[in-house]
């Protein structure tokens, strides 16, 4: 990938890494990145390891470098239901994201259970099996609340 992104930037082209925060050695790599589009899998360390089985540690080193090097930054998060989608959440979430730099975009995508089949072929525990798919609508209306709370 670096390789790639190198040649991307002689040619003057745009490159974005959309990332979980997750990967090593990544540093060189931000060197050469416009954007990030990072996903904000949960704000709260407890939360975070329950709906990924890692300690938050790899993704705040992320953040902090991306933060350093002055990085363009997408967020995302995943909303779902019973685990992120009150109010309460998505204000506690605004708190977070006043927190970080060039934060140009924040997105907030309904959980879909689309994944469940992949993660059993692989045979990979799938980490929110019970859980129903997210409603659009009410995905929309908390996405629609946290903009008008970022403004404030």
């Not at 790599?29 to 990072?38: A, M, N």
């Not at 990924?52 to 991306?66: H, P, R, S, V």
């Not at 930054?73 to 994201?97: A, M, S």
């Not at 059993?120 to 409603?135: F, Q, S």
Request: charged share 35%; glycine share 4%.
């Amino acid at each position: 990938m670096l390789e790639a992104l190198k040649e991307c930037k002689k040619h003057n082209l745009h490159t974005c890494l959309d990332t979980s925060g997750f990967g090593e050695n990544y540093e060189e790599i931000l060197d050469y990145v416009d954007l990030v589009i990072l996903d904000v899998k949960a704000i709260v360390p407890e939360k975070y390891k329950a709906l990924t089985g890692q300690a938050m540690d790899k993704y705040n080193k992320f953040l902090e470098t991306c933060q350093k090097k002055n990085k363009k930054l997408w967020l995302r998060q995943v909303i779902v239901p019973g685990y992120n989608d009150t109010k309460e959440d998505i204000l506690k979430l605004k708190d977070y994201i006043k927190n970080i730099k060039n934060v140009e975009r924040v997105e907030l995508l309904p959980y879909h259970s689309m994944a469940k089949e992949k993660y059993k072929n692989l045979g990979i525990k799938y980490r929110l099996e019970n859980v129903l798919d997210m409603d659009k609508e009410k995905c929309k209306q908390l996405e629609k609340f946290l903009r008008e709370n970022l403004k404030k």
